[in-house]
């Protein structure tokens, strides 16, 4: 795995336990959740993206670095709806007037951790 690509995956890692530990909070930090979701997944998109050498802009739209993707990664190319919700969920909570609940934290975090399990087998990464 080349340098890059392996900082982009421990950046995502990073941001894939902070996730879980936000969940684990008493009581469970949603937003928190949410937004680490949202983090580790742009992170994972990037370092496939980065392991195949294709330039990406300094964007946190998971839906433009899809783009940027193989379409033959045909499991990511199906979570287009999903990035897209997790995207604009990740901006929501940063800001007064919007808290996520249980069921928006759940779903965030499935979605990061699908997106996680694809990008790792991409990579050549044991699950983990």
């Not at 902070?18 to 008493?26: P, R």
């Not at 993206?49 to 199906?78: C, G, M, Q, S, Y």
């Not at 800001?95 to 609940?101: K, L, V």
């Amino acid at each position: 795995m080349k340098p890059s690509s392996r900082e982009w995956v421990d950046k995502a890692e990073e941001d894939y336990r902070l996730m879980d530990a936000a969940g684990g909070l008493d009581p469970p930090a949603y937003d928190g959740l949410c937004f680490h979701a949202q983090q580790a997944a742009e992170k994972y998109l990037k370092a496939v993206l980065a392991e195949r050498v294709t330039r990406f802009p300094k964007v946190h739209d998971l839906t433009r670095l899809l783009d940027l993707i193989d379409p033959a990664i045909n499991e990511l190319t199906v979570m287009r709806a999903d990035l897209d919700a997790l995207s604009r969920l990740s901006v929501q909570v940063r800001y007064p007037g919007f808290s996520a609940d249980s069921a928006k934290a759940e779903e965030a975090g499935r979605i990061a951790a699908t997106v996680r399990r694809i990008c790792r087998r991409e990579l050549g990464l044991e699950e983990g």
